[in-house]
């Protein structure tokens, strides 16, 4: 995919970043008749995109809006997300071969359910569109100069240096490292006098440690569906239990709207009361024992885990109001005081980055240096677990295009 180096013709934009954002900026570009060279420093672009969703890539959600999305400006999306929508996503997968099909939630997936189909789309594009790849491709340098902006980078070992009137960022945020994840979008923008918000690991599982550990540890692979809230947001899906904690579809989503310090709550049994079924047992059945009416709501073992919290050797007849009150309140409010998360390694995305401040919301553009943009993870633009990252990705992509 690496051209021939030595054969360098004007490019109208550098793309640092061959992910989802750098790609769909490359091939709208292209269609708008714009000649851009992708700088990816993996060997291949797409790399992220690849084991999205296992590997089946939930290239979208069908009900993304600006409101999924954690910003200082939550406002700021808005613009992006009028420009390139959600049909808009659809459509553009549509015509090139890539149906898509709901599995939760919103979630859509390629009928296929290959990752890898998503990317030869952009891969597929570019080359008929004249658009320029080169992975192993590690930029060293952004500067500045008089009609626009050098760029150096280190190409398959060879020092090579690039110039256009135009630069895009898209080089992603810290999660996942060992994918050649870095903080490159972050230092850029310093390096131009540019704010960042505060960065953290968002989407990700969190830790259990000290006395309490080997508690979750036991029931390690047990999932549950539930309510997860605190005093910001709510969600209702699966957590799971892990040796070192919790994770799970709910667990990820609360982690990108909790701090260090702060309790979570969770609803394990969401939509029911089990005061109320309890009660309605206990006059059909009151023999049954706590234990065996808890193990047919969850499992044996999360029944058995709960056996030095809850009297679950009692059988239901014989359990007293404050008995019920106490399984209610454990039940229905579960609270749990993480020690921490798991770290950029395990987070599937960064919370956090460029200040939207700095930006255009119109244009994406930085507005104190002309000619330099900002799309993807590396802005301050974080959506929900489900395909709401990729639409932001596709959406900021396709802005930038527009303006280069």
Same mark, same amino acid.
């Given at each position: ?32 008749? @714009?000649?851009?060279?992708?700088? /990816? @420093? ?6 992220? $995109? ?81 658009? /320029? ?11 500045? =100069? ?44 310093? @390096? ?15 830790? $259990? ?41 709910? $667990? ?9 310090? /702060? ?35 969850? =499992? ?26 106490? $399984? ?27 200040? =939207? ?10 507005? @104190? ?36």
């Amino acid at each position: 995919m690496t051209t021939n180096l030595t054969k360098q013709t004007h490019f109208d934009a550098i793309i640092i970043g061959g992910g989802a954002c750098g790609l769909m900026c490359a091939v709208q570009a292209g269609f708008l008749g @714009k000649r851009t060279l992708v700088l /990816e @420093k993996n060997d291949r672009v797409g790399a992220k $995109i690849l084991i999205s969703g296992g590997g089946r890539c939930n290239y979208t959600n069908l009900y993304a809006t600006d409101q999924q999305f954690i910003s200082q400006n939550p406002h700021f999306s808005k613009s992006a997300f009028s420009q390139w929508t959600v049909d808009d996503t659809i459509s553009f997968f549509e015509t090139y071969g890539i149906t898509g099909k709901e599995k939760t939630l919103g979630q859509l997936f390629p009928v296929s359910d290959k990752a890898k189909d998503v990317v030869q789309v952009f891969i597929d594009l570019c080359v008929d569109l004249d658009q /320029e790849i080169w992975c192993d491709a590690e930029v060293k340098m952004v500067e500045k =100069t008089g009609d626009g902006f050098t760029v150096r980078a280190e190409v398959n070992g060879r020092q090579e240096y690039i110039s256009a009137p135009s630069v895009v960022i898209a080089s992603g945020g810290l999660p996942i490292p060992k994918m050649g994840a870095t903080d490159f979008g972050l230092r850029t923008a310093r @390096k131009f006098d540019l704010k960042i918000t505060d960065t953290a690991p968002a989407l990700v599982p969190l830790t $259990i440690t000290g006395k309490d550990q080997p508690w979750y540890e036991q029931l390690s692979g047990n999932s549950i569906f539930c309510r997860v809230w605190n005093n910001r947001i709510s969600f209702e899906e699966n957590i799971l239990f892990t040796h070192w904690g919790l994770s799970g579809p709910a $667990i990820l989503q609360i982690s990108s709207y909790w701090k260090p310090g /702060e309790y979570i709550h969770i609803d394990l049994l969401p939509n029911q009361n089990i005061a109320d079924l309890l009660q309605q047992e206990k006059e059909a059945n009151g023999k049954k024992m706590l234990l065996a009416y808890l193990a047919g709501l969850y =499992t044996r073992k999360f029944a058995e885990a709960l056996s030095d919290k809850l009297p679950v050797e009692k059988n239901l007849a014989s359990l007293t109001k404050t008995d019920i009150e106490n $399984i209610s309140q454990l039940i229905h409010e579960f609270k749990v005081k993480p020690a921490g998360d798991k770290g950029y390694d395990k987070a599937e995305v960064m919370r956090g980055g460029v200040s =939207t401040d700095e930006l255009s919301s119109k244009t994406l553009e930085s507005k @104190k240096v002309p000619g330099l943009f900002f799309g993807g993870e590396c802005v301050d633009v974080t959506g929900w677990l489900g395909g709401y990252n990729f639409q932001w990705a596709w959406a900021s992509g396709f802005v930038i295009a527009q303006n280069l």
